[in-house]
């Protein structure tokens, strides 16, 4: 297994972004991962416990059979696999298609629809057409305007009475401009609300690394049409 080297992949991804090609290089991770998902650096290999914690609490949220869900930047499947077993119809989507192979190598007999495909050109099928729209750590990683454009994007997947569930890494506003990945300051995060969603719960907390890494799990519902 290859040693991640974190200078090395910063001046990756921003060689990239330079190129104003931000979503390209995710293929280069995962390729180097060689077929094995465990050597995916950022891969916890398991699912959000904050994922797991709202739907434990809300299991009656959506009062609705064959709920479906999306997971955007799936990576090598957990958090799909997860929604799955609490009873959703989940697709997964990553830009990398070697990501989309880890996935089907690694839960061969799995529930979960995963394709590779495009945030910033999805198929028109996917506007509002999910109850939970799950979006984890792919927005921080994207330069300028595509932030906006890739929440503009997430929010659209949610279907009338359902919810986008964010989870992302954390910033003051005006601090770590240069940081890769970036994090979301507060009002990034509560931009999802310019989107037509209604903030229906926020969390800011540490999380368990040595030095800790402050994050924000944020949820967002639409209301009727």
Not at 107 to 135: C, G, H, M, R
Request: proline residues 6%; aromatic residues 14%.
């Amino acid at each position: 297994m290859r040693e991640h080297d974190p200078i090395k992949y910063k001046q990756m991804v921003k060689s990239y972004q330079e190129k104003d090609e931000p979503t390209a290089w995710f293929e280069n991770i995962y390729k180097e991962a060689q077929g094995d998902y465990k050597a995916v650096f950022w891969a916890d290999l398991e699912p959000s416990p904050y994922l797991i914690d709202w739907l434990e609490k809300h299991p009656n949220k959506l009062k609705k059979e064959n709920k479906k869900a999306i997971v955007v930047g799936c990576g090598v499947g957990d958090d799909c696999e997860a929604l799955s077993e609490y009873g959703y119809e989940v697709l997964g989507f990553d830009i990398s298609q070697s990501a989309i192979d880890l996935c089907k190598s690694r839960y061969p007999n799995s529930k979960v629809t995963y394709i590779a495909a495009d945030l910033f050109d999805y198929p028109k099928e996917w506007f509002q057409n999910f109850d939970v729209v799950y979006e984890c750590n792919t927005i921080q990683v994207l330069p300028g305007n595509y932030r906006i454009q890739a929440r503009d994007a997430i929010a659209s997947f949610v279907a009338p009475q359902g919810f986008a569930l964010v989870s992302c890494r954390s910033r003051q506003k005006g601090q770590q401009e240069d940081d890769i990945p970036l994090p979301l300051d507060e009002n990034e995060i509560n931009g999802f609300e310019l989107c037509g969603l209604i903030k229906d719960s926020f969390l800011a907390y540490d999380d368990n690394q040595e030095p800790c890494v402050p994050h924000f799990f944020a949820t967002f519902k639409r209301e009727k049409r």
